[in-house]
């Protein structure tokens, strides 16, 4: 008898959460952020357009309750549409913090979205993850399971 044996390896990719803010929607350079997304490895698997009220904002928000800057963000993330997206690559949130630079984008690195494309540290065009927990509980809150794409 002929017994074969086949041995399957997946890999499970990491995944984050990015928010392209309001100024990244009012500048139309959601097109220009996602290429520079995509051309750094990332797929995105899930992705919607979507306006936060401010208790949304407030809620997604609420880690930073007791910061001075809370009242600010949250007006500013309410102010207009948003583009929350759940992107996967290996090493996933380590990466994109690379790729989207430091919070103020007078501290960026060149070539990274904030030092490209932002104004200010209030408005710095794009949110992302900062541990793989909070990627998967903040993309829980803008996605069901059944919004994520799987394979190509």
């Not at 500048?27 to 306006?51: D, T, Y």
């Not at 759940?86 to 990274?112: C, H, W």
């Amino acid at each position: 008898m002929l017994q074969l044996t086949f041995n399957i390896a997946l890999t499970i990719m990491e995944r984050t959460l990015t928010i392209l803010k309001p100024d990244c929607v009012r500048k139309n350079l959601v097109g220009a952020v996602i290429n520079h997304i995509e051309r750094a490895g990332f797929r995105v698997v899930a992705m919607k357009k979507i306006r936060l009220t401010t208790e949304t904002a407030g809620e997604f928000y609420a880690v930073h309750r007791e910061r001075p800057f809370y009242g600010e963000l949250v007006e500013f993330m309410s102010s207009g549409p948003c583009v929350p997206m759940i992107l996967e690559k290996d090493n996933a949130v380590a990466d994109f913090r690379t790729v989207i630079g430091a919070t103020d984008p007078a501290q960026a690195d060149a070539g990274t979205v904030r030092k490209l494309y932002a104004d200010s540290k209030g408005e710095n065009i794009v949110h992302g993850s900062d541990s793989d927990e909070n990627a998967a509980i903040e993309a829980a809150f803008f996605f069901s399971t059944e919004e994520v794409v799987r394979g190509n």
